[in-house]
């Protein structure tokens, strides 16, 4: 075997031991199943639960790395939802929402730290845009599930569930707080479905 055909050798032996490149794929998130669920203690009697009826979000994922490359989700503030609609006027208003002149509250995705253990789950940090002030904030969550839907739409699917709390006065929403009538801590649930694209 001569000096170029040794190369071409070696450089084949090189092709076929060295790892597939990751994919990144771009996730649309399945507006159909995207849940947004808040819970805040209500004058210290109970816990008032609420829902945020239109959101959208985007993301790239490799799923063979475990790596998050970008992601962002759009809520409209004017979708929350209590089931009294003259609660859910007071919280789209000024003392809350704000939601005429604040419409989108926005989280950007900045990083996915998986577990050690269990690399499913992780914490998932970003930042948090919510009447006009943006602050860091940081996700439990877990990747339920990705496979192939088995009916309807058949795409390929991730199932995802996240949770956190943030107290809403850093935001600058404090009515109520001082008085005790509304907590300062707000749970946030979120529960979805995205589609690879």
Do not use: C
């Not at 959208?56 to 490359?69: A, I, M, Q, R």
């Not at 929350?80 to 609609?85: A, D, K, P, Q, S």
């Not at 839907?149 to 943030?166: D, L, R």
């Amino acid at each position: 075997m001569n000096s170029f055909q040794s190369i071409i050798f070696a450089g084949l032996l090189l092709g076929l031991s060295s790892p597939t490149l990751a994919e990144p794929r771009d996730f649309e998130i399945d507006e159909e199943h995207f849940s947004i669920m808040f819970r805040v203690h209500h004058v210290g009697f109970a816990d008032q639960i609420g829902l945020f009826l239109k959101a959208s979000g985007s993301f790239v994922y490799d799923e063979e790395s475990n790596e998050l490359h970008s992601g962002e989700v759009e809520v409209d503030a004017s979708s929350v939802f209590t089931n009294h609609e003259r609660r859910d006027g007071h919280v789209r208003n000024r003392d809350f929402l704000h939601a005429r002149r604040h419409g989108t509250i926005r989280f950007e995705a900045d990083g996915w730290h998986p577990n050690e253990d269990d690399p499913r789950t992780g914490r998932l940090t970003g930042d948090l845009t919510l009447l006009g002030e943006t602050r860091p904030v940081e996700l439990t969550a877990t990747i339920n599930k990705m496979d192939y839907f088995p009916f309807g739409h058949e795409k390929y699917t991730m199932g995802v569930s996240a949770s956190t709390t943030i107290l809403r006065s850093e935001w600058g929403m404090t009515y109520g707080v001082e008085e005790g009538m509304v907590g300062d801590e707000v749970h946030l649930a979120f529960e979805f479905e995205a589609l690879a694209q």
